[in-house]
């Protein structure tokens, strides 16, 4: 047995929606549960005095990695038949730096916003009207930026391909960086809160 | 702090390590042997001439032919729009992007179907999908399409629509040369008669 199954043809293309359904439903589950519905935890990242944002999706990136591997190793899933995301350089540099601003600015990313409505959060519902309304305009101004959208296309590269690294090697990096990054939070944290007093920690 | 986390961190660790000290392993899980048979006795892997010069003729943009005979014999002569890969080059790297192309049936063929068996089987065993082997290959395509047989005054009417239908093909694949010899539109002498004129007065009023 060997994944991915819809390229392998073991199960019909159809089966994307149920699958992202399920996923869908675990994925705003565990974002709630994990406290992703406050706006003030995932502001807390660019002020410096929460960072379990950063500590959960680096979490899940780190055991996904290293996971997918394992799996890879064990002949559980066929590495080359996953999907890679083609690479535009640019638009995705640019593209990021709006995205996060939209996410210190409203305390939400697209993902926890829908959560945050879901327990009845009205800032929240603000914050999608505002998205839909990005949605819009962007499908409209399409026509205009596509240039920019696709230009420096590196196609589907991995990094550890563009630096030239085996993925074992790439995967050993990011993990020590990610652990770095877990301690080096937890210290900065530490001190943020000992200054900050009008905020009450959880 | 919570001392669970430096277990974790431990753990992390090790994990991301351990992926450096794993001993070589092998998940090449080839076609079964069973499976290869199953799919080598299936009759519908073969497509007949006639079938294949009907795809050219009507312009089907979802066949591809393969040419699996030597680079100098495919030069020589081969079907119109075919794409050359010579049996020894089957598994090359440079010849994989005509092979597994979406939407598309590949079919093979040599001089007889030998050749052009060889490359199902082995393209079947790389696992490629919608793959075909032309039956006789282009020794039946020259008897059946080029020069079709007329059939015996007895056949059935199928045999004869089926010749009709390879004459077409015929033409189409040769040209007007083969046509001239049916249609009569070769240059011949007519004789013309040019009618006399009348004498004068002749017959009386």
Known sequence: MMGPLIPQGIITGEWDFVIALLLGIAFGFILEASGFSSSRNIAGVFYGYNFVVLRVFLTAVL???????????????????????????????????????????????????????????????????????????????????????????????????????????????????????????????????????????? | MNRNYLYLTML????????????????????????????????????TTDQVARMIIEKDPTIELIDVRPFDEYTDFSLPGAVNIPLDSIVNENYQDYLGIQDMNAVFFSDDDIKADQAWVIARRMGYDNIYVMRGGLNCWVETIIRPEKPDETASRQEFEKYILRKGASMYFVGGAKMDENTGSKKTNVAVKRKKKAAVAEGGC
């Open chain 2, 12 to 47: 992390m660790l090790a994990l991301a390590g351990g992926l450096f000290v794993l001993p070589e392993r092998n998940n090449e899980q080839g076609t079964l042997p069973e499976e290869l048979m199953w799919d080598i006795v299936q009759p519908t892997r073969y497509a």
């Open chain 1, 63 to 202: 055991v996904a990695m290293i996971g997918l591997l394992y799996f890879d190793y064990m002949g559980w899933i066929e590495m080359d038949l996953v999907y890679v995301l083609p690479t535009y350089l640019r638009s995705m540099v640019v593209g990021s730096f709006i995205m996060g601003l939209g996410f210190v600015l409203g305390g939400f990313c697209p993902g926890t916003s829908y959560t945050a409505i879901a327990i009845g959060k009205i800032d929240a519902l603000v914050f999608t009207g505002g998205l839909f309304l990005g949605i819009f305009l962007f499908s409209e101004a399409f026509p205009w930026i596509s240039g920019f959208y696709y230009s420096d296309n590196l196609g589907n590269v991995t990094v550890n391909e563009v630096l030239g690294i085996s993925n074992e090697l790439f995967t050993f990096i990011l993990v020590v960086m990610g652990l770095v990054a877990f301690w080096g939070t937890w210290l900065i944290e530490k001190r943020v809160r000992k200054t900050n007093k009008h905020y009450k920690f959880e």
